[in-house]
């Protein structure tokens, strides 16, 4: 029975490994990136991929081999007790250690432009408000200001210009979310209390997915908008559209009296 079990051990790192050369062929992998900086985070998941998945093999491997060698149907020797090694503690805690500092050095380069390289002198192109269990966008109008009286407000339907650097004030109106664009790379948490900037650049026009990444209450799994990714011409379109619509049900400024 133990070499049987240690055949059922070895199909794990086998299988695993199959899947993993099978599934982006197949289809099965990450979304299409239409981002400018979507390779460096493609390029941090697969290079921590390969690194994790090969000290997987390796563990399995070994795990196998000593299920294998050690059977006690076939294993005659008789029972040696042990303390372990010192030196062996030592070294796969250093191992461990520099390895992950490795790649905190590794992703600063990554991690900044994504996260603290806010675009400069550059006023928000869209406020989303997160909240249970939709996302409130607000566009500034005409003055190109937001908290202004032309504001323009949608839900659920974020629509962005390509090839343009988009800047968006993300908030939270109740718990906490996660403002999730899969085709753009971009997973930021919506924090009750803060204003978080959210940039980044499309590369390509169609309609992509908005959802939220995190547990936010029993209306979660319905927690899901939609990006539109078009042409500067056909964004000013829309939002003269959606001032149109809008103006229509507001009421109209009072005159000052002389």
């Known amino acids: 029975m133990g070499k049987f079990w240690s055949l059922v051990f070895l199909t794990?790192?086998?299988?695993?490994?199959?899947?993993?050369?099978?599934?982006?062929?197949?289809?099965?992998?990450?979304?299409?990136?239409?981002?400018?900086?979507?390779?460096q985070i493609d390029h941090l998941f697969n290079f921590i991929l390969i690194l994790t998945g090969v000290v997987f093999a390796a563990t399995e491997f070994v795990l196998f081999w000593?299920?294998?060698?050690?059977?006690?149907a076939s294993n005659r020797e008789p029972t040696k007790y042990t303390?372990?090694?010192?030196?062996?503690?030592?070294?796969w805690t250093i191992l461990p250690a520099a390895t992950l500092l490795f790649i905190a050095i590794y992703q600063m380069n990554a991690w900044a432009d994504v996260k603290m390289r806010t675009p400069k002198d550059m006023p928000p192109t869209v406020e989303v408000t997160a909240r249970q269990f939709e996302w409130r966008l607000r566009y500034p109008g005409e003055?190109?200001?937001?908290?202004?009286?032309?504001?323009?407000?949608?839900?659920?339907?974020?629509?962005i210009p390509v090839d343009e650097e988009i800047l968006v004030d993300l908030k939270s109106m109740d718990?906490?979310?996660?403002?999730?664009?899969?085709?753009?790379?971009?997973?930021?948490?919506?924090?009750?209390?803060?204003?978080?900037p959210v940039w980044f650049r499309a590369t390509d026009v169609g309609t992509y997915d908005l959802v939220c990444a995190e547990?936010?209450?029993?209306?979660?799994?319905?927690?899901?908008?939609?990006?539109?990714?078009?042409?500067?011409?056909?964004?000013?379109?829309?939002?003269?559209?959606?001032a149109t619509e809008q103006s229509r049900?507001?009421?109209?400024?009072?005159?000052?009296?002389e």
């Open 175 to 196: 718990v906490l979310h996660d403002f999730f664009l899969p085709h753009l790379r971009i997973k930021q948490d919506a924090v009750p209390g803060m204003k978080i």
């Open 249 to 257: 049900t507001q009421e109209p400024e009072e005159e000052e009296e």
């Open 215 to 242: 547990l936010c209450g029993w209306g979660h799994y319905k927690m899901k908008g939609r990006l539109t990714i078009e042409t500067r011409s056909r964004y000013e379109q829309w939002l003269a559209q959606m």
């Open 66 to 72: 000593f299920l294998w060698r050690y059977d006690s």
């Open 143 to 159: 003055d190109g200001k937001l908290g202004t009286r032309d504001d323009i407000y949608h839900v659920n339907d974020l629509h």
């Open 12 to 39: 794990v790192p086998v299988l695993g490994i199959g899947l993993f050369f099978w599934a982006p062929s197949a289809g099965y992998w990450l979304p299409r990136d239409i981002s400018k900086h979507g390779y």
């Open 83 to 91: 303390h372990g090694s010192h030196n062996l503690e030592v070294i």
